[in-house]
C-alpha cells in the first residue's frame, strides 16, 4: 500500500543531512544554508522551521518556513508533503522564493488555499561569478559605517518600494526595518557611495555561507542613473566580497530588468539557475 509523503521539522540531529543536501548546490541553496550557520536547527536560534521530506533514511528535500517560504531540491512528492504541513501550519510569509520549479510547484499547490498573490515572478535568472569584474571598479564604494545609518535607510526604503511595489515600514513604523538595516550595517554587509550628503550607490549581501554570498538590494539613485555607477560599484563589491566574504558572489534579478541584466552581464556574471518568487 502506498503512504503519502509526509514532512517534518528537522531538529539537531538532522544537521548533518541537511548540509550535506544544501552542499549540493551552493549558489542555489545560499540562503537556507545561511540560515543554518552559526545557529544550526534549534528553531530558538534559527527563528524559523527547518521541514525535511525523507526517503528511508536519506533525507531529499528541505524547505524552509520563516519570513519566507524556501524549498530546496524539491519533487512531486516533496512538494505535497510540504504543501501539507504550509497548510497545517498557516500562511506566516511575505513571500515564497527559490528555484523556479519548486517554487511555482509549491504555490500552484497552496494557491486554491491561501488566496492571490500580489505578484508572481516565475522566471529570475539566478547569476554567479567566482572572478574579478572586468570593468574598473569604483573607488568611491566602501562599506557603510554605523554613521551613515540616516543616509542609508531612505536609500534602502526607496529600493525597496521600486522594487517589491510596497513600503517597507510597517505597522511599527519602521523600527523591525531600521533594525534590519542596522544589522546590515553592523555586519559589514552593505556597500554604499556617499555624495553629497546623500546615498547614491548601494547593495548589500543577504545570504552569506562559506561557499557563497547573494548580492540583493541593488540600487542607484534616479537623479545617477546612467552614469555607469551600477556596473562600476558591482565590481568594487564583487571585489571586496571574493576577498573577504566568499569564493562566489551571486544574485537573482528579474528576467525583464535588461538594464540591470546588462550591468551584470559586464561584471562577469553567467546564470546558473532560475528562481521565482511569489510575493503576497
Known sequence: MLTRQRASVLTGTDLPAARSLLDRDPVASAVVAAKLTGSGLAEQHLGAQLWGSWRGRQLRAVCLSSGNLVPVGTDAADIKAFADRALMQGRICSSMLGEAEGVLELWNALRPYWGPAREVRSCQPLLA?????????????????????????????????????????????????????????????????????????????????????????????????????????????????????????????????????????????HQVGTFASVLF
Not at 557563497?212 to 538590494?217: E, F, K, L, R, S
Not at 556596473?231 to 528576467?255: C, E, W
Open 129 to 269: 561569478t567566482s572572478e574579478l569584474a572586468s570593468v574598473r571598479a569604483d573607488p568611491a564604494v566602501r562599506l557603510a559605517e554605523p554613521a551613515d545609518l540616516p543616509l542609508v535607510l531612505p536609500a534602502c526604503v526607496a529600493m525597496y518600494h521600486e522594487e517589491v511595489g510596497v513600503s517597507p515600514l510597517g505597522r511599527d513604523g519602521g523600527a523591525h526595518y531600521r533594525g534590519r538595516v542596522a544589522g546590515a550595517v553592523a555586519g559589514h554587509r552593505m556597500y554604499v557611495r556617499v555624495e553629497n550628503g546623500a546615498v547614491i550607490f548601494k547593495a548589500e549581501l543577504g545570504a552569506v555561507t562559506p561557499d557563497c554570498c547573494q548580492v540583493q538590494g541593488v540600487w542607484v539613485h534616479p537623479d545617477h542613473r546612467g552614469e555607469g555607477l551600477a556596473s562600476a560599484g558591482m565590481a568594487a563589491v564583487i571585489a571586496h566580497a571574493l576577498r573577504r566574504v566568499a569564493p562566489v558572489v551571486s544574485l537573482y534579478v528579474n528576467d525583464y530588468n535588461q538594464a540591470a541584466r546588462r550591468v551584470y552581464a559586464r561584471c562577469g556574471f
